[in-house]
Protein backbone atom coordinates (compact mmCIF):
# COMPACT_ATOMS: atom_id res chain seq x y z
CA UNK A 1 0.00 0.00 0.00
CA UNK A 2 1.42 3.12 -1.12
CA UNK A 3 0.88 6.79 0.94
CA UNK A 4 -1.52 9.09 -0.83
CA UNK A 5 -0.21 11.45 -2.80
CA UNK A 6 -3.39 13.65 -4.12
CA UNK A 7 -5.25 13.87 -7.31
CA UNK A 8 -4.53 17.04 -8.15
CA UNK A 9 -0.48 16.35 -9.22
CA UNK A 10 -1.15 12.63 -10.10
CA UNK A 11 2.07 12.05 -8.44
CA UNK A 12 3.99 8.16 -7.95
CA UNK A 13 3.51 7.21 -4.47
CA UNK A 14 5.87 5.84 -2.54
CA UNK A 15 6.31 1.77 -2.59
CA UNK A 16 4.72 0.20 0.03
CA UNK A 17 8.23 -1.62 0.37
CA UNK A 18 9.79 1.41 1.85
CA UNK A 19 6.91 1.51 4.74
CA UNK A 20 7.02 -1.95 5.43
CA UNK A 21 9.33 -3.87 4.23
CA UNK A 22 12.30 -2.54 5.93
CA UNK A 23 14.22 -3.94 8.53
CA UNK A 24 14.79 -1.61 11.30
CA UNK A 25 16.67 -3.76 13.46
CA UNK A 26 19.64 -5.35 12.96
CA UNK A 27 20.20 -7.31 16.31
CA UNK A 28 18.44 -8.28 19.45
CA UNK A 29 20.71 -5.22 21.30
CA UNK A 30 20.41 -2.67 19.01
CA UNK A 31 16.83 -1.67 17.60
CA UNK A 32 17.41 1.60 16.23
CA UNK A 33 19.22 0.71 13.18
CA UNK A 34 16.62 0.64 10.45
CA UNK A 35 17.45 -0.55 6.98
CA UNK A 36 15.60 0.40 3.73
CA UNK A 37 14.67 -2.70 1.31
CA UNK A 38 13.63 -1.05 -1.96
CA UNK A 39 14.46 -2.32 -5.84
CA UNK A 40 14.39 -0.12 -9.02
CA UNK A 41 14.88 -2.91 -10.58
CA UNK A 42 11.67 -2.66 -12.88
CA UNK A 43 12.47 1.06 -13.70
CA UNK A 44 16.04 0.13 -14.53
CA UNK A 45 14.44 -2.64 -16.61
CA UNK A 46 12.05 0.35 -18.82
CA UNK A 47 15.13 2.35 -19.12
CA UNK A 48 17.38 0.02 -20.09
CA UNK A 49 15.17 -1.03 -23.27
CA UNK A 50 14.66 2.62 -24.00
CA UNK A 51 18.42 3.61 -23.91
CA UNK A 52 18.89 0.66 -26.26
CA UNK A 53 16.24 1.91 -28.51
CA UNK A 54 17.02 4.97 -28.57
CA UNK A 55 20.80 4.27 -29.07
CA UNK A 56 19.79 2.03 -32.52
CA UNK A 57 17.91 5.69 -33.71
CA UNK A 58 21.14 7.64 -33.26
CA UNK A 59 23.53 4.74 -34.60
CA UNK A 60 21.23 4.28 -37.62
CA UNK A 61 21.10 7.98 -38.34
CA UNK A 62 25.16 8.20 -37.82
CA UNK A 63 25.29 5.78 -40.41
CA UNK A 64 23.17 7.01 -42.66
CA UNK A 65 25.06 10.57 -42.05
CA UNK A 66 28.81 9.05 -42.87
CA UNK A 67 27.47 7.17 -45.90
CA UNK A 68 28.59 8.71 -49.28
CA UNK A 69 27.01 10.23 -51.75
CA UNK A 70 25.64 8.07 -54.67
CA UNK A 71 25.23 9.48 -57.84
CA UNK A 72 21.49 10.00 -58.33
CA UNK A 73 19.08 12.51 -60.39
CA UNK A 74 18.77 15.73 -59.58
CA UNK A 75 16.42 16.36 -56.41
CA UNK A 76 13.15 17.62 -56.71
CA UNK A 77 12.67 21.04 -55.12
CA UNK A 78 12.53 20.75 -51.29
CA UNK A 79 9.11 20.86 -49.40
CA UNK A 80 8.78 24.55 -46.92
CA UNK A 81 10.52 23.04 -43.87
CA UNK A 82 8.45 22.49 -40.89
CA UNK A 83 8.04 25.30 -37.78
CA UNK A 84 10.89 24.05 -35.44
CA UNK A 85 9.76 23.65 -32.00
CA UNK A 86 11.49 25.23 -29.61
CA UNK A 87 11.97 22.90 -26.76
CA UNK A 88 10.61 24.18 -23.14
CA UNK A 89 12.51 23.40 -19.87
CA UNK A 90 10.26 21.68 -17.08
CA UNK A 91 10.65 22.85 -13.92
CA UNK A 92 11.98 20.71 -11.79
CA UNK A 93 12.95 20.57 -7.91
CA UNK A 94 14.21 18.29 -5.71
CA UNK A 95 14.17 17.11 -2.22
CA UNK A 96 16.06 14.79 -0.22
CA UNK A 97 15.09 13.06 3.27
CA UNK A 98 16.76 10.85 5.45
CA UNK A 99 13.71 8.88 5.90
CA UNK A 100 14.49 5.82 8.13
CA UNK A 101 16.37 8.22 10.67
CA UNK A 102 13.21 10.69 10.28
CA UNK A 103 10.62 7.79 11.03
CA UNK A 104 12.41 6.42 14.04
CA UNK A 105 13.34 10.23 15.58
CA UNK A 106 9.46 11.11 15.43
CA UNK A 107 7.81 11.22 18.92
CA UNK A 108 5.85 8.49 17.69
CA UNK A 109 8.13 6.58 16.06
CA UNK A 110 10.24 6.69 19.72
CA UNK A 111 7.52 5.37 21.49
CA UNK A 112 7.30 2.50 18.93
CA UNK A 113 10.67 1.55 19.50
CA UNK A 114 10.69 1.75 23.23
CA UNK A 115 7.25 -0.10 23.15
CA UNK A 116 8.70 -3.22 21.61
CA UNK A 117 11.97 -2.67 24.01
CA UNK A 118 9.78 -2.78 26.92
CA UNK A 119 8.02 -5.85 25.96
CA UNK A 120 11.40 -7.97 25.57
CA UNK A 121 12.87 -6.63 28.81
CA UNK A 122 12.19 -9.64 30.92
CA UNK A 123 13.59 -12.08 28.13
CA UNK A 124 16.64 -10.13 27.69
CA UNK A 125 16.84 -10.21 31.72
CA UNK A 126 16.05 -14.36 31.38
CA UNK A 127 19.04 -15.05 28.50
CA UNK A 128 21.41 -12.99 30.58
CA UNK A 129 20.87 -15.25 33.68
CA UNK A 130 21.04 -18.64 31.43
CA UNK A 131 24.85 -16.94 30.36
CA UNK A 132 25.67 -16.79 33.67
CA UNK A 133 24.76 -19.63 35.25
CA UNK A 134 26.68 -21.47 32.37
CA UNK A 135 29.88 -19.29 33.19
CA UNK A 136 29.84 -19.76 36.68
CA UNK A 137 29.50 -23.78 36.17
CA UNK A 138 31.97 -23.31 33.33
CA UNK A 139 34.34 -21.76 36.25
CA UNK A 140 33.64 -24.28 38.70
CA UNK A 141 34.57 -27.38 36.12
CA UNK A 142 38.08 -25.57 35.58
CA UNK A 143 38.39 -25.53 39.55
CA UNK A 144 37.71 -29.12 40.16
CA UNK A 145 40.71 -30.94 42.04
CA UNK A 146 42.86 -33.41 39.95
CA UNK A 147 41.64 -36.27 41.71
CA UNK A 148 38.14 -35.60 40.43
CA UNK A 149 37.02 -38.92 38.37
CA UNK A 150 36.88 -38.45 34.13
CA UNK A 151 33.18 -39.77 34.31
CA UNK A 152 32.24 -36.82 36.66
CA UNK A 153 33.72 -34.20 34.57
CA UNK A 154 32.57 -35.90 31.17
CA UNK A 155 28.82 -35.09 33.34
CA UNK A 156 29.42 -31.64 34.04
CA UNK A 157 30.82 -30.84 30.35
CA UNK A 158 27.80 -32.60 29.06
CA UNK A 159 25.53 -30.33 31.19
CA UNK A 160 27.02 -27.33 30.22
CA UNK A 161 26.93 -28.22 26.77
CA UNK A 162 23.50 -28.69 26.91
CA UNK A 163 22.69 -25.60 28.65
CA UNK A 164 24.56 -23.52 26.21
CA UNK A 165 22.13 -25.19 23.12
CA UNK A 166 19.23 -24.10 25.22
CA UNK A 167 20.51 -20.52 25.61
CA UNK A 168 21.43 -20.63 21.95
CA UNK A 169 18.24 -21.65 20.59
CA UNK A 170 16.35 -19.34 23.66
CA UNK A 171 18.31 -16.66 22.14
CA UNK A 172 17.34 -16.80 18.26
CA UNK A 173 13.67 -17.10 19.10
CA UNK A 174 13.57 -14.17 21.19
CA UNK A 175 16.17 -12.44 18.58
CA UNK A 176 13.23 -13.06 15.81
CA UNK A 177 10.42 -12.19 17.87
CA UNK A 178 11.59 -8.99 18.82
CA UNK A 179 12.52 -8.22 15.47
CA UNK A 180 9.13 -8.98 14.12
CA UNK A 181 7.27 -6.89 16.41
CA UNK A 182 9.85 -3.91 16.41
CA UNK A 183 9.58 -4.26 12.16
CA UNK A 184 5.58 -3.69 12.09
CA UNK A 185 5.44 -0.73 15.04
CA UNK A 186 8.39 0.66 12.21
CA UNK A 187 6.59 0.09 9.38
CA UNK A 188 3.23 1.65 10.76
CA UNK A 189 5.37 4.45 11.59
CA UNK A 190 6.87 4.82 8.50
CA UNK A 191 3.65 4.80 6.37
CA UNK A 192 2.16 7.67 8.21
CA UNK A 193 5.75 9.50 8.10
CA UNK A 194 5.70 8.93 4.06
CA UNK A 195 2.31 10.51 3.75
CA UNK A 196 3.76 13.39 5.61
CA UNK A 197 7.00 13.39 3.43
CA UNK A 198 4.83 13.49 0.09
CA UNK A 199 2.24 16.41 1.40
CA UNK A 200 5.09 18.28 2.39
CA UNK A 201 6.72 18.19 -1.04
CA UNK A 202 3.67 19.08 -2.81
CA UNK A 203 2.48 21.63 -1.07
CA UNK A 204 6.33 23.44 -1.21
CA UNK A 205 6.77 22.92 -5.10
CA UNK A 206 9.11 20.28 -4.77
CA UNK A 207 8.74 17.77 -8.13
CA UNK A 208 11.12 15.38 -6.92
CA UNK A 209 12.11 13.28 -3.50
CA UNK A 210 14.94 11.00 -3.06
CA UNK A 211 15.83 9.13 -0.35
CA UNK A 212 19.27 9.96 1.23
CA UNK A 213 19.21 7.60 4.06
CA UNK A 214 23.08 6.00 4.06
CA UNK A 215 24.16 2.12 4.32
CA UNK A 216 21.68 1.16 1.53
CA UNK A 217 22.14 -1.17 -0.85
CA UNK A 218 20.54 0.97 -3.55
CA UNK A 219 21.06 5.14 -1.70
CA UNK A 220 19.19 8.09 -2.80
CA UNK A 221 16.13 5.78 -3.99
CA UNK A 222 13.50 7.88 -5.55
CA UNK A 223 10.79 7.76 -3.19
CA UNK A 224 8.14 10.08 -4.95
CA UNK A 225 7.93 12.23 -8.36
CA UNK A 226 5.07 13.86 -10.06
CA UNK A 227 4.12 13.39 -13.04
CA UNK A 228 2.41 16.14 -14.14
CA UNK A 229 5.12 18.67 -13.80
CA UNK A 230 7.20 15.81 -15.31
CA UNK A 231 5.61 14.34 -18.09
CA UNK A 232 7.35 14.84 -21.82
CA UNK A 233 5.36 11.99 -23.63
CA UNK A 234 2.91 14.10 -25.15
CA UNK A 235 5.47 16.72 -26.43
CA UNK A 236 7.88 13.93 -27.32
CA UNK A 237 4.78 12.45 -29.81
CA UNK A 238 4.51 16.03 -31.63
CA UNK A 239 7.58 16.62 -32.14
CA UNK A 240 8.69 13.33 -33.65
CA UNK A 241 5.09 13.79 -35.84
CA UNK A 242 6.50 17.03 -37.50
CA UNK A 243 10.11 15.58 -38.23
CA UNK A 244 8.62 12.39 -39.78
CA UNK A 245 6.31 14.27 -41.77
CA UNK A 246 3.65 11.16 -42.14
CA UNK A 247 0.55 12.78 -41.85
CA UNK A 248 -2.01 11.68 -39.22
CA UNK A 249 -4.29 8.70 -40.36
CA UNK A 250 -7.76 9.72 -41.27
CA UNK A 251 -10.25 9.19 -38.27
CA UNK A 252 -12.40 6.01 -38.52
CA UNK A 253 -15.72 5.94 -40.23
CA UNK A 254 -18.22 5.43 -37.85
CA UNK A 255 -20.14 1.61 -37.42
CA UNK A 256 -23.70 1.47 -38.95
CA UNK A 257 -25.81 0.67 -36.93
CA UNK A 258 -27.91 -2.34 -36.89
CA UNK A 259 -31.69 -1.93 -36.82
CA UNK A 260 -33.46 -4.63 -35.08
CA UNK A 261 -36.84 -5.47 -36.55
CA UNK A 262 -39.72 -5.29 -34.38
CA UNK A 263 -41.31 -8.23 -33.30
CA UNK A 264 -44.38 -9.04 -34.61
CA UNK A 265 -47.37 -8.80 -32.81
CA UNK A 266 -49.75 -11.63 -31.90
CA UNK A 267 -52.97 -12.43 -33.92
CA UNK A 268 -56.41 -10.95 -31.91
CA UNK A 269 -57.79 -13.78 -30.09
CA UNK A 270 -61.25 -14.69 -31.73
Not at 11 to 14: L, S, Y
Given at each position: MGVPTGRGSE????PAALCAGSDPANSFSNPGNPNSVRSLKHRMNRNLVFATALAAGLASSSLFAQAPAATTPAPAPAAPAAPAIVPQALPTKVAVIAFEQAVISTNEGQKATGDVQKKYEPKKV????QAAEIESLQKQNQALPATTSDEERAKRLKDIDTKQKALQRDAEDA???Y???LQEAYGKVAQKVGGAAVKYAQENGFTMLFNASTGQQQPNQLLWFDVSKMDITQAVINA???SSGVAAPPPSAPAPRRTTPAAPRPAPKQ
Open positions: AAAIALDAQNSQSDYNV
